[in-house]
């Protein structure tokens, strides 16, 4: 076999010079180095495999390059060029006549885990024993110590993936880490089959950056090679296992049971789903929490999946495997919990799990995974505020608004708000002066009122009605104020058969501003958007289906709300749950040092210590929330935080925000060192061209 692709032309340093477009983001340590440090260490990392060679017997050769970002050859072994290249290296196939990729290059790994110690099992991984050959400046080969069989398959698609690091700790530019994989043919054709059902673009909607094992092992296509059901070792077939804890780690079981964690019936029965990871590290996701929801499919294999091979996969091709592992308490052999239907093979699951039926939550895949909001079943309603009048210092505002179902019909406001059903169609007022939660309100509700609409405090006709406040503007007041519309609608489905059920369809939230003294109008500033949430969550929604827009939650969660209105006497003192406190010690409840729980609505109280950021993103990555360099210090909160079970109560807004994620005792004292009674100081150290900058200490 030759070569199948030529050298390329390296491209010389004064390239990296004369360029002025830097190839670093805000998250990247190397945006924030200067010039001189950037030309002597050339930051980043870029693998590409240039070809691949076949011996007679079956040596595997193949050529590869290392360079930075800009093109620029680096030096393995890190002796001429700053840091040394850590490269690893998985050869695998993908059978004619199977679906998933098998690995060459296995190790037999031995559970040193005490529960299981001395249980074996052959595993997927890198190749070792091999050499490598400089052959130019950046480019190498590597031999393969494994060898392929004397019958290996020239006509299957083969890959080879090569991963690694390059570590800049000692120039303070972090390790950066880089995965290439490259497909062939043995026989020299075309490559016709691989397999891709998701792809990283998809992954990346939570995951941020996906790599995992140290960082290295980066996207999907590099994932599923390690990441198959079983593998062939001479005549024998095994499976992909965890010898630690039995379970396989075979990617569609596992992931399907990793994100289904807490929903799992499995995990409900009392039975915790875990893996067992380098030095014994147990990773436990019996608590997991799908933000997107368990039952949506679509959102891992249609939202920006569209690119994927085989992206189609999960509604013609079901399987006992993949849809097993998320219903694991079915049993195919028995036909337990599958309306005694014994299953021996996948060959008839498409006959009754086609594709999408004739009506929602029936057997097919579409209509089984339907999420409720979505389900075309359902009347839905649309209600936007047209017109605010009488917004003036001692006046009640008259609120006009429409009120259609989705399909742009004219409602009844008695459709929506039906005499013993929970349809719901409330108002809030409040004040903005740059913050929520000023001198209004009531005792529960800081800063706000909502009022709630019935059938009788609205004149109108079925399309549009008018709504009077009870509540009056103060005399005194000043500058903007915001009126937001929020409901949800009460409908019961499928009526009088098994599948009768009631679905709440929330409102999408309409928020307005007016000026009360014409004054111009001036917006709450923008923090992040329900856009951006919706990259993991898919739809926010919260409050019994009441409120689904940043723009929203902001007013009720102001830095004046505590959760007193719900906690118990006993569980005192509160917990705020102003939204920059609130939001950060939710997102990083396990790396929290303190418990955070708050009690809703019904006194229930809710915990977070469990919750992480969808790794390998963590309480640094401020950008995957954030807009507009909001996360900057100091904050644009003018207001001080009420924060009775944190350190400092109360708590200046820009430490309100820092503390929500750095929950220690000796972060709040520093906090607390660098406020005076004239206010913080935060941008001295942390402002956006300080030393210490936000984007800067938080840069990878």
Same mark, same amino acid.
């Given at each position: ?551 929203? +939650?902001?007013? &009720? !969660?102001? #830095?004046?709300? %505590? ?6 006497? =006993? *569980? ?109 100081? +935060?941008?001295? &150290? !942390?402002? #956006?061209?300080? %030393? ?6 938080? =840069? *990878?």
């Amino acid at each position: 076999m030759k070569w199948t692709l030529a050298a390329l032309l390296l491209i010389t340093s004064t390239v990296l010079v004369s360029s002025t477009q830097s190839p670093f983001t805000q998250r990247d340590k190397a945006f924030y180095a200067d010039e001189a440090t950037i030309n002597f260490v050339r930051p980043g990392l870029v693998f590409k495999i240039l070809g691949h060679e076949i011996a007679a017997d079956g040596t595997v050769k193949v050529r590869f390059r290392i360079t930075d970002p800009k093109g620029v050859p680096l030096e393995r072994e890190g002796i001429n060029t700053p840091g040394p290249v850590s490269t690893s290296f998985i050869l695998a196939y993908l059978p004619n006549d199977g679906n998933h990729w098998r690995t060459y290059t296995t190790r037999l790994k031995t559970s040193t885990w005490p529960p299981t110690a001395g249980k074996q099992a052959r595993q997927s991984s890198a190749d070792s024993g091999g050499s490598y050959q400089k052959v130019a400046d950046g480019e190498y080969i590597y031999t393969f110590g494994t060898k392929l069989p004397a019958n290996y398959d020239k006509t299957a698609t083969h890959a080879i993936s090569l991963y690694g690091n390059r570590n800049l700790s000692e120039f303070e530019l972090g390790v950066n880490y880089a995965t290439d994989n490259y497909y062939f043919v043995p026989d020299g054709s075309a490559v016709k089959r691989v397999r891709q059902v998701i792809t990283t673009e998809s992954c990346n909607k939570c995951h941020e950056d996906l790599r995992f094992h140290g960082g290295s092992r980066k996207g999907m296509d590099n994932c599923i090679l390690c990441h198959s059901p079983a593998y062939t070792i001479g005549n024998t077939t095994v499976q992909n296992i965890n010898p630690e804890t039995g379970n396989t780690i075979d990617m569609t079981v596992m992931i399907h049971k990793i994100h289904m964690g807490a929903n799992l019936p499995s995990v409900r029965a009392g039975q915790p789903y875990r893996i067992v990871g380098f030095g014994n590290n147990v990773a436990d996701y019996s608590k997991i929490g799908m933000p997107s929801g368990a039952n949506n499919c679509q959102w891992c294999h249609v939202e920006k999946n569209d690119k994927a091979a085989q992206k189609d996969a999960w509604l013609s091709n079901p399987t006992r495997a993949a849809c097993g592992s998320c219903h694991d308490n079915v049993n195919f052999a028995t036909g337990e919990n599958h309306l005694g239907i014994i299953q021996v093979s996948d060959n008839q699951c498409k006959n009754c799990h086609i594709p999408q039926g004739e009506l929602d939550f029936d057997a097919s895949i579409l209509g089984a995974h339907i999420t409720e909001q979505n389900s075309s079943l359902v009347r839905g309603a649309v209600a936007k505020i047209e017109r605010i009048e009488n917004a003036q210092p001692g006046k009640k505002p008259v609120i006009t608004f429409s009120l259609k179902d989705r399909a742009g019909n004219p409602m009844a406001i008695s459709d929506l708000i039906p005499g013993a059903g929970r349809g719901r169609l409330a108002f809030t007022l409040a004040p903005l002066d740059v913050d929520y939660g000023l001198n209004f309100g009531t005792a529960t509700t800081k800063g706000y009122v909502n009022e709630t609409v019935t059938v009788t405090s609205v004149t109108g006709t079925p399309g549009l009605y008018t709504y009077t406040m009870n509540t009056a503007i103060p005399a005194d007041a000043k500058g903007t104020w915001t009126i937001a519309l929020e409901g949800r609608t009460d409908e019961k489905v499928l009526e009088g058969t098994l599948k009768e059920r009631v679905i709440e369809v929330n409102i999408p939230n309409d928020v307005k501003y007016v000026s009360v003294d014409g004054s111009p109008v001036q917006a709450r500033r923008v923090v992040t958007t329900t856009a951006t949430c919706n990259q993991c969550h898919a739809r926010l929604s919260f409050h019994g289906e009441n409120r689904n827009e940043i723009d929203n +939650c902001v007013i &009720c !969660h102001n #830095p004046s709300m %505590t959760d007193a209105a719900r906690r118990p006497a =006993a *569980q005192a003192p509160p917990e705020s749950i102003n939204m920059a406190t609130m939001i950060h010690r939710i997102h990083t409840g396990e790396e929290q040092p303190r418990d955070y729980t708050i009690y809703g609505f019904g006194n229930v109280p809710h915990n977070y210590n469990h919750v992480l950021l969808p790794p390998p993103a963590t309480g640094a990555s401020c950008t995957l929330c954030h807009v507009n360099n909001s996360q900057q210090a100091p904050s644009k909160g003018v207001l001080a935080v009420t924060d009775p079970r944190g350190w400092l109560n109360p708590v200046q807004p820009t430490a309100a925000a820092c503390l929500g994620c750095h929950a220690s005792r000796e972060a709040a004292s520093h906090a607390l060192a660098h406020t005076t009674t004239l206010g913080e100081s +935060c941008g001295v &150290c !942390h402002g #956006p061209n300080a %030393t210490y900058s936000v984007n800067k200490v938080h =840069a *990878q």
